[in-house]
Each structure stands twice: as C-alpha cells, then as structure tokens.
C-alpha cells in the first residue's frame, strides 16, 4: 500500500471515530453539531460565504429565519388617562410576502488520483490531513457560490457537462430575485459608457440604488459588481484620472452614487450583472441532521473517494431589498456594444490530473 493511501487510511479512521462508526466506507450521518462544525469550516474557504447567513434549519421547507422589514415600528399611545379604548398594540415589522424556503438534496462527491496522495504524504501526516480536508471543504464551498450565483432549477439528474455553472442544481438567489421581485429586476440591454444610458458606473449604481424602497436602503447596502464591470471602470478611472491621484482616489470612494455604495467583487458573479443589497440578505440553509458522508479506496480506479450529500438552498431573506441589473452592455472599442460573458475555465476533474484550462 502506498505511503499516499496509508496516510488516507488513518485520516479516514479518525473521522470514523468523529462521527461514531466503525470505518467510512458506509454512510456515517454526522450529527447537529459535527454538521455545524463541517459547515463552518466549509465557509472558511469563501469569502462570500462568510459574509452571508449559513443557517442549519429543521425541514425541508418553511419559514425564512430573516423575513423583511415592511416599515419601521414606533409609535405612542396616553395610557394613563382611564380609558379603557386607550392601550398600546403591537405591529408586526415582517413582510410575509414570498416568506418561504425549500431545500432539495446536493452530492458533494470527489475523488483524488493516488498519484496526487502520494505527493502529499511527503509532507507527513499532519500536512497530508490538511491538505486533503482543505480541498473537501473548498470544493463544497465553490459549488455552494456557483449554485448561488447561477442555479435556475432543481434538476432530477443534474448535468454538469451541459450546465457547468451549475445553473440545474438549485434556486439560486439571483434567480428568485428573476421570479419573485419583477419591480427590482432590470433585464439586458442597459449600456455603460460615453453616449450610453448611463455615463459610467457609478451613476447606474446610483439609480439602481433607487430601485429598493426607501425604508429599506441601510447603509449595510453594497453593491456587487461583475469582475468585466469593475475592470471597465476601473480602466477608465486610470484613463480619466491616471496622473492625478486624489481625483480619482475621490471618484473610486464616493462616486458610487454620491452616498458611499461600496462597490464588491465576488468570485463567479456573473460578468455583466450588479446586484445591490445587504450581505445579510442572502442565505445558504441546510436541513438540521441531513449530512451522510462515505469515504473509500477505489483500487480499479487508483483513486480515493469522498461521498457527501445532504439538503440545501438558498434564500433571498427580503426580495424588496434588493435592485439586479444584468445584461450589463460596455463600448467595444468600435463604435459598437457588447455584454461581458462569463467565462468557464474548466474542464474535467481538477482532482484528478485532467484539468484543462480553456478560453
């Protein structure tokens, strides 16, 4: 046995111990607070991820944790007067509008190529243990901002050839933000750039901005912004401001929309899209108690492999809280316009040595 899948062995062995059964070549279900713990260190691996609600819940379906405000609450009432009509009532601040999740079963399933193991082990055990749990809990995290960022549908049998964005394994948020919010969705055709309809970014963000009710535009409000968009802007900062430094430090710091909107770029945000809202407006949920994980040896394959699954979704906690602009269109240098693409730069498993990079 090689030194790559003896190391994988031990490290598989303690995990059984972890989750209380004898080895991890059968399903071990994790408990409420191994779960939570797996969780968290999964959201260590995302900036995104640690920035938002990642929220354990008890079914399938029901209620948001983090329902919206529809109005702030105050008022006052003379009590002291004996008047039996005078008493002071309680109003509800949440908008039960679109007030419900559901959650459906993810698999969360690599496998590494014992080649690949064996040059871990050369850094020893505890080494080796990192490396291959950082590489578990990355891989879920990705997939979690990818299904966040792109999912449109709960597919039966997903299809990651045909949808490599993930685009048919969940709801995503951008997608309920689609059906569930029409009056805070803008859709393709909107052009940045000299003699467009917005003159650059910052005053798009500015109207944008605009599109969320009043009550509701805290100064927790950001605005994430595809990575062509920020280099756009960015460009022309440097083209407008290049030689003079405060100037264009001003522009990049109030320019947003005359308030301070930060502006955030977020890995696998769609290219030509903007969405402004609170951090903490976005979810992940996972059903309390549904992780089940496998690990074994697979010798006809030379490879490990790790099973994970369990059920999971994404909430836009308040669908009035948000303003989504997508379709973004930026000058072509021709005279023209054209809409920033996001790219897929993979191929195949980079867990296995097939990784080609493309475009």
Do not use: C
């Not at 496998?111 to 040059?119: A, E, S, T």
């Not at 995503?172 to 969705?185: C, H």
């Not at 535009?217 to 290049?242: M, N, T």
């Not at 309390?288 to 040896?297: A, D, K, M």
């Amino acid at each position: 046995m090689s030194d790559g899948i003896q190391m994988f062995s031990a490290l598989s062995q303690q995990f059984a111990e972890r989750y209380g059964v004898s080895n991890m070549e059968y399903p071990a279900q994790l408990s409420p607070d191994l779960q939570t713990q797996l969780l968290a260190a999964v959201t260590e691996h995302s900036t995104l991820l640690r920035r938002i609600n990642t929220d354990v819940v008890r079914d399938l379906k029901g209620r948001k944790l983090y329902m919206g405000t529809s109005r702030p609450i105050a008022r006052r009432t003379q009590t002291d007067n004996n008047d039996p009509s005078k008493r002071r009532v309680t109003a509800s601040p949440w908008s039960m509008a679109e007030s419900h999740y559901e959650l459906a079963a993810v698999q969360h399933d690599v496998h590494i190529h014992r080649d690949l193991l064996n040059q871990w082990a050369a850094y020893g055990q505890s080494a080796f243990a990192a490396r291959y749990m950082a590489m578990h809990r990355k891989s879920i995290a990705d997939a979690v901002v990818l299904m966040g960022w792109h999912g449109t549908r709960v597919a039966t049998d997903s299809d990651p050839d045909a949808n490599p964005l993930f685009e048919d394994m969940a709801v995503g948020w951008l997608q309920q933000i689609r059906d569930g919010a029409p009056s805070q969705y803008m859709g393709a055709g909107v052009k940045v750039g000299p003699d467009g309809d917005y003159a650059n970014l910052p005053h798009l963000l500015a109207e944008a901005r605009l599109m969320i009710p009043k009550h509701l535009r805290g100064d927790d409000l950001v605005a994430i912004v595809g990575d062509s968009l920020v280099a756009y802007h960015q460009g022309r900062i440097v083209e407008l401001y290049g030689e003079q430094p405060s100037e264009a430090g001003a522009v990049k710091t109030t320019g947003a929309n005359g308030q301070y909107l930060p502006m955030r770029s977020e890995a696998f945000f769609p290219e030509s899209s903007v969405l402004i809202t609170s951090m903490k407006n976005l979810s992940w949920y996972v059903q309390r108690g549904s992780t089940v994980r496998v690990q074994r040896y697979e010798p006809s394959n030379k490879r490990v492999e790790d099973w994970t699954e369990h059920n999971q979704g994404f909430v836009v906690e308040d669908l009035e809280r948000v303003a989504l602009i997508e379709g973004i269109q930026l000058p072509d240098g021709q005279g023209g316009w054209e809409t920033p693409e996001t790219q897929v730069l993979w191929h195949g498993s980079p867990l296995d040595g097939s990784t080609e990079a493309q475009g």
